[in-house]
């Protein structure tokens, strides 16, 4: 009986010619976007390999110099992207793609893709994630308003619920009817998606992508099924189709493009980001609190006095730059970690915050799970940009304790040997659990949205008027 | 005639409570993205002339460091116009260490539109070497709020007023079509032209009237310093996008039967030329003249700065081959000031092909776009809104090729007297050279959008006549 | 006052209106009755021009309706089945907004307070939203309209079909009076009791043809429904 009603719907929906088209545009938009990600990730992805690999040669064969003068001249990290983000761009271009790694900085990535791009971009980009968040709710909005309401219209509910079909029946082939045309456009798209995936992408990325790419699919499944079920909903409950439709376009609006601008406001109203003049007052104030150079180098010269037990500085058997170097290292880079870090909280707070808004849109708590999952989001970003200062503090104080240990002044230069011992900066992207940790809240509140919905649906349909 | 139905399609608009609800939501929606505008601006405002005061503060401190130094000397009996070391007095302090800070200050209806200025540098600290960014209003915005976009009037203007346009719109005569009333009314000696005439006016006027008082208080409340004429510009505009929504509207209402369908098409149509249009572009323009990815640019500065360091004298040696007119000192003489300048001049040779790659790049970028642009009025409408807001390509393109011009007479100006070693004397303070941009002026701004908007009215008119041509035939009504 | 000559209009090959003659003058009703696509709405729509003819013309007051549209309408007033209003209005102002469409702006609301009064519509209900209105309560504007445009011509089409029969017998006395005012009246109609109480003239319309006219004595002793049915049966045999 279900399917019977299921593929009645489905029928009347293929034979329905602007339906068709419809499809056929969403569908050829999102291979399109997908592509258009794929080759802008292969792109990115071969730059970043040829860069990391150039910018290891240069450190390699810097020429001989003092070790601090090659903390200054620094490494670079580039931030690898994962191939999942050729479905989802997230935050990326509004995030930078290197990390100048020297001494005394603790940095956030520069060079964010955005500052390149044309002011088009902020109308929005078309990628796989955006036609599947806006789109694809907007065409399953276009089939379900009707199921109720445009049968009411017509008199023919009456009719099929004469005939003793029961209500929930009825309802579940339809909410089927709906999404079995809209398997035509998912089910193509996802195996061409895991296929690019399997076939293209390096070793090791199916496997850590395949998984990634499930919970992907699971994100949005939950999101459509969410769409399928209010719009049913709203059909029962409207007086009419035109009732239904508006009603059903408006709240996509509102969630799709409203909701989010002002969640975010709130959010940041909430809890504001500093401006970049409060922010570097109050790194500077941190390091003002400090041991100045001079105060640093005097206290480790009493001290290296007593230890050595000699009588005056100049007789020190041990490098005091060195030690000074790599204390200042060390304390300055606490003080820069925490507001880096406290920076982070604050965006993390305004990410909460946003999910929490969530609430009243669920594509903003897929917006994020999407970007989340993919490695396109900001807590991705983070992670990489974490993982260069660990490794900046490491190399830069495996220097400066090689001057300790060398006893080494200013003048004193090393070679090749000591950057080999260096080993170049490696980055593991975090595992699909993390990513999924991270965003708990928004799932919650998917679920949230999902549970309502199947505890509404029901009532509504029971209730239904049917003349 | 037509006075009659402009007086009594206002009263229905009254009396259904749609002209108040209209009203009420555009002018509550005007409100909050001018609050929001407003709030932004300030925040910029205020950073920017931080900055500017925090440079002017340590210069004024560093020159006054110098008249204190030479006071001493002059009572020490010493010479002032000597070579000095790296030092206050050494002009490196100015031209290298401090540099000269820049600001681009919000242009007059910057509330209007944050537009590209909470990603481009706006305070910049322009030295011998080049100039890098310092962190502007918005550098450390959460990159999620950059990615969903501000609620601004521009947001409010592109995305929302053609949906208000569209809801008032949608059914113009098809509602009375579809329920008979239309045949009473042509029962009278009107024509359906004049009707639907009279019906686009009253909405015009009552949308219009909104956008004007809106944006008139948030105008208001910047203290309108000189932004009037961008105003009226930023008005214009709005007309003439409105007008192609209107025009449009009109045109599907004389094609369609029912209003309902009217209404999908015309939805369909404001997610086409809104939303979908320009992330097209956008996508096709970033993949068919993809700017290459900064980490290129990244490896040829590392490569670069790598090669001159390690050839320090080589590059002075080349420095002094291309400017005999500064070989005054021998090689081994040069200080550090001098090999910086000769190394950054090597560096800079060496990466000014990159550069210009990646220039031509977003030349042919933004060139593509801007022809692609025709595609979609909202992409039309919104360059003109950045532009009228002083917030998108254009201004900055031209504050950039500026702080270029002030970099090379940076450099004529300090080379000379890093290679001389003279002591740089409070009085030069006043000589280093300025920064001057000339903003664009109103006139500037309205020949820019001229084309687009000439445009723009020819496809609004091309529409009104066609729907004016399909109003004249009875088949409409009966 | 209404005058139709050669009229003829085919919708793809389908004929709507075929030949049709007919002349109404001032103060006649003229009933046009026929079955559903006899061409009777089509006759009216010929008339207030909403439709071009083939060939042939349609004259209000002598003018030709393709060639003087509004001055024709001017002339003419129009009720259709449902009196279409608009829902959030009074009567008053849907009135008022009629009657200054048809150029008569200088109409004070006593005016037409008076003009609704004489159509028989209740004082109390003058200022209420039209949206509470009764069928026969927008008829009833429909008639004032007719009375303060001083149309010469008035067309009917099915006006009295779903009216309670005092509302229809109420209908059929306004239509009398306006015919003692010289007001030449076009009824297209189902309802041969209603046509043959209030016409002077009754034409039988079939597949766009007129078949049959009675008038005077002739339409005063006939028995209506027979000749109907026998035309109509007998236009289905042939």
């Not at chain 1, 990600?37 to 992805?45: I, P, R």
């Not at chain 1, 507001?339 to 994020?368: D, I, N």
């Not at chain 2, 609620?151 to 809801?167: K, T």
């Not at chain 3, 046009?32 to 207030?48: E, M, S, V, Y």
Request: net charge negative.
């Amino acid at each position: 009986m279900v399917l019977r009603i299921a593929r009645k719907e489905a029928t009347e929906m293929l034979r329905d010619g602007r339906f068709r088209w419809a499809v056929g545009i969403v569908f050829i938009l999102l291979v399109g976007a997908f592509l258009a990600g794929w080759k802008h990730y292969a792109d990115v992805e071969t730059q970043r390999m040829a860069a990391q690999e150039a910018d290891r040669e240069i450190w390699l064969t810097q020429g001989e110099k003092n070790q601090h003068s090659a903390a200054h001249f620094g490494t670079y990290a580039f931030k690898p992207t994962m191939p999942l983000t050729a479905l989802d761009q997230g935050v990326l271009p509004y995030t930078g793609v290197s990390v100048f790694m020297e001494a005394h900085s603790v940095k956030d990535a520069a060079f964010r893709p955005a500052e390149d791009a044309t002011t088009v971009q902020r109308l929005g980009s078309l990628t796989a994630a955006s036609t599947l968040q806006l789109l694809v709710p907007l065409l399953l909005i276009l089939l379900a308003f009707s199921a109720f309401a445009g049968e009411r219209d017509q008199g023919t509910l009456r009719q099929i619920l004469s005939l003793g079909v029961p209500r929930s029946t009825l309802a579940f082939g339809k909410a089927l009817g709906v999404a079995s045309p809209l398997m035509l456009l998912i089910l193509p798209a996802t195996v061409l998606g895991v296929a690019a995936l399997v076939l293209l992408a390096g070793p090791g990325s199916p496997m850590w992508s395949l998984g990634r790419a499930a919970l992907l699919v699971g994100v949005y499944v939950v999101y459509f099924v969410i769409i399928i079920m209010l719009s049913l909903v709203v059909s029962a409950r409207a007086s009419s189709s035109r009732t239904a439709l508006v009603a059903l376009l408006g709240f996509w609006l509102l969630t799709s493009f409203i909701v989010p601008r002002l969640v975010t406001d709130a959010a940041e109203a909430i809890h504001p980001t500093p401006t970049s003049i409060a922010f570097r007052d109050s790194v500077r104030a941190g390091l003002t609190a400090l041991p100045s150079w001079s105060d640093r180098v005097a206290e480790i010269e009493t001290r290296l006095m007593d230890e050595h037990e000699v009588e005056s500085p100049e007789a020190i058997p041990a490098s005091v730059a060195g030690y000074a170097l790599f204390e200042a290292e060390r304390d300055e880079t606490d003080v820069r970690r925490a507001h880096m870090a406290a920076l982070g909280h604050r965006y993390e707070q305004q990410k909460t915050a946003t999910e929490f808004g969530a609430v009243l849109s669920p594509l903003l708590a897929v917006q994020l799970l999407s970007m989340g999952v993919a490695g396109s989001d900001y807590a991705h970003h983070r992670h990489f940009a974490d993982a260069a200062e660990e490794y900046r503090y490491d190399y830069v104080q495996v220097l400066n304790q090689d001057m300790i240990d060398q006893n080494a002044g200013w003048d004193f230069t090393v070679d090749r040997a000591m950057w080999e011992q260096i080993p170049p900066f490696d980055y593991t992207s975090p595992t699909a659990g993390w990513a999924t940790r991270h965003y708990g809240l928004s799932l919650l509140v998917l679920v949230f949205w999902a549970a309502m919905l199947l505890f509404v649906t029901p009532i509504a349909i029971r209730q239904m008027n049917v003349a | 005639m037509l006075k009659t139905i402009l007086r009594f399609e206002a009263k229905l608009l009254r009396a259904d409570g749609t002209a108040l609800l209209t009203a009420g939501v555009f002018l509550a929606l005007i409100g909050y993205a001018g609050y929001v505008g407003i709030q932004y601006a300030d925040e910029q405002q205020a950073v920017l002339e931080t900055h500017a005061a925090q440079y002017a503060e340590r210069i004024a401190g560093i020159r006054q460091e110098v008249v204190e130094m030479e006071a001493e000397m002059i009572r020490k009996g010493e010479a002032l116009d000597t070579k000095v070391e790296l030092g206050r007095r050494h002009p490196y302090m100015v031209g290298s260490a401090q540099g000269r800070v820049i600001t681009l200050m919000p242009g007059p209806l910057s509330p209007f539109a944050v537009g590209q200025s909470d990603l481009q540098p706006n305070a910049l600290r322009v030295t011998m070497g080049g100039s890098q960014a310092l962190g502007g209003a918005a550098s450390l915005e959460n990159p999620f709020k950059l990615l969903v976009g501000h609620f601004d009037l521009a947001f409010v203007f592109v995305f929302l007023f053609p949906l208000l346009i569209l809801a008032l719109t949608f059914g113009l005569t098809a509602s009375e079509r579809e329920t008979g009333l239309l045949r009473m009314v042509l029962a009278q000696p009107v024509r359906l032209t004049t009707l639907a005439a009279g019906k686009v006016m009253v909405r015009a006027v009552l949308l219009f009237a909104c956008a004007v008082l809106g944006t008139g208080a948030v105008l208001l409340m910047t203290g309108a310093n000189g932004g009037g004429g961008r105003w009226l510009l930023w008005l214009l505009v709005v007309f003439i996008y409105g007008g192609f929504w209107m025009a449009l509207a009109a045109f599907v209402d004389s094609r369609v039967q029912r209003p309902v369908t009217g209404g999908l098409v015309l939805a369909v149509c404001w997610l086409a030329f809104v939303v979908v249009i320009p992330a097209l572009i956008n996508v096709v323009a970033s993949t068919l003249y993809p700017v290459p990815s900064r980490m290129e640019y990244v490896t040829a500065m590392r490569t670069e700065t790598s090669v001159a360091q390690q050839q320090g004298a080589a590059s002075l040696a080349q420095f002094f081959d291309d400017h005999p007119e500064l070989a005054s000192v021998e090689a081994d003489e040069a200080d550090y000031a001098m090999l910086r300048v000769a190394r950054d001049e090597r560096i800079a040779e060496a990466l000014a092909p990159v550069e210009a790659r990646f220039a031509a790049q977003k030349a042919r970028q933004q060139q593509f776009i801007r022809s692609l642009g025709y595609l979609s009025p909202a992409v039309l409408a919104q360059q003109a809104f950045l532009d009228l807001a002083d917030t998108g390509h254009a201004r900055y393109a031209a504050f950039t090729a500026t702080v270029e011009a002030l970099h090379t007479d940076w450099k004529a100006y300090f080379v000379p007297k890093y290679f001389a070693g003279l002591a740089f004397r409070p009085s030069d303070y006043d000589a280093v050279p300025a920064f001057t941009f000339s903003d664009f002026s109103t006139v500037d701004v309205l020949k820019r959008m001229a084309g687009p908007l000439t445009a723009l009215v020819l496809i609004s008119a091309l529409l009104g006549m066609v729907a004016y041509r399909r109003y004249t035939r009875t088949t409409l009504i009966a | 006052m209404l005058e139709a000559i050669d009229l003829t209009k085919t919708y793809d090959n389908t004929v709507a209106v075929d030949r049709l003659n007919l002349k109404i003058q001032p103060g006649e009703v003229y009933g046009l009755l026929g079955p559903n696509g006899a061409g009777k709405t089509t006759t009216i729509n010929l008339f207030l021009g909403f439709t071009e003819p083939n060939t042939g013309t349609a004259k209000v007051g002598g003018l030709d309706v393709q060639v003087a549209p509004l001055e024709t309408k001017r002339l003419l007033a129009y009720i259709p089945e449902q009196v279409m209003l608009y829902q959030n209005l009074s009567g008053l102002e849907n009135l008022a907004y009629f009657t200054a469409l048809a150029g008569h702006d200088h109409y004070g609301d006593t005016d037409l307070r008076g003009f609704l009064g004489q159509a028989g519509l209740q004082a109390e209900a003058h200022t209420r939203r039209v949206s509470t209105y009764s069928k026969g309560m927008r008829q009833k504007v429909g008639i004032a309209l007719a009375l303060a445009k001083e149309a010469k011509a008035l067309l009917l089409d099915e006006p009295t079909s779903g009216l309670d029969p005092s509302a229809s017998f109420e209908f059929s006395e306004l239509l009398r009076g306006l015919s003692k005012r010289g007001v030449a009246v076009l009824m297209a109609t189902h309802d041969l009791f209603r046509a043959k109480d209030v016409a002077t003239r009754v034409g039988l319309m079939h597949s766009g043809h007129l078949v049959r006219e009675l008038s005077g004595d002739e339409l005063r002793d006939a028995d209506l429904q027979a000749i109907y049915l026998e035309h109509m049966r007998g236009a289905v045999l042939a």
